[in-house]
Structure formats: structure tokens, C-alpha cells
């Protein structure tokens, strides 16, 4: 996520030096070449974490869950659900890759115009939601930090202060 952090960053300098005042690129060929590579780039990004993410969000639902109300943040919610939904979309689009890359004509590898621009087309597709794991991904630390700073639900106030009464007489 850091890595998607940073190549957003990267991307919104070049965005602002690349571009007039009301957003146009100066020169369209440069700026979309730029773009692709961004998108490539927030896909490899993500790679190391796609296996795992359902684990992530799973485990950060039930941490949620457990937490006492005055310690969840209720932005948490929604961007739980953002991720979740990006993650929907971004397995489907993945499919259809897929289908699309065994689509292609044999000859039809990484580096030839076909097989490039239809990798291309399948970043620009997946780059909003890529973003939004980017953008909202925080919450998966947030709520853990929550978590392992909460009392356990399983010890009882009272004997927690039981626990330490004795320990004190020690």
C-alpha cells in the first residue's frame, strides 16, 4: 500500500507539471504513455498483497467487531466496505483478463502491440479500484493498532483488577 501511496504521489507531481491550468496534458502522447506505467505500476504494486486481502479484511471485521464502541472510529465501516468492494471488482476484472489474455493470437506476447495495449486496457480498467486500496488501505494498521491496544474482551474488568491487586501485594 505504501508503494501505491507513493506512486500516486508520484503521478500527481507529474500530473501538475505535465499539465495546463485547466488539466490538459501538454503533450497527450507523453502524458498517456506516463499514465500507463502508473497504472502497471499500482498493479505490480498490489501483487504482494492480492493473495492475502480477503485474510486482511476478514481479520480486521472480526478485530473490529471485538473492540469497545468509544474505541472505533466510524469511518472505519465505510472504508472497510470501500476495500472490500474494490476487491470484488478487481477479481472479476482479473477473470476477465484473463479470458481476454487466452484470447489472444499466438503470437501475441509480452511486448508485442497486442499484448501490451490489451494489458494496458485491463490496468486502466483496474487503476480506480487499485487506488482506492491505496487511498483507504490504512485502515487495516488503524483498526490492528485498535485492537492490540484494547483490553481483551475475554478478561473481565473485575478480575483484571483483581490480577493486579494481588500482584501489587507481591
Known sequence: MR?????????????DEHTDLDGWPYDDHAY????????????????TLRYGARHLLATAETQLAQLPDNTVQSRWFYQLDVLHTALDRLDELHEQWLLTRDALTTTA??????FDDALAEHHAQSWSYLDDWATHGK?????????????SPLVPTQALATARRTAARK
Request: glycine residues 4%.
Open 3 to 15: 508503494d501505491s501511496q507513493k506512486i500516486l504521489a508520484a503521478w500527481d507531481a507529474y500530473s
Open 32 to 47: 498517456g504513455m506516463r499514465k500507463n506505467q502508473r497504472d502497471a505500476d499500482t498493479a505490480e504494486a498490489f501483487e
Open 109 to 114: 506476447k509480452p511486448g508485442t502491440v497486442e
Open 139 to 151: 485502515v487495516l494498521r488503524e483498526v490492528n493498532t485498535a485492537a492490540r491496544k484494547a483490553r
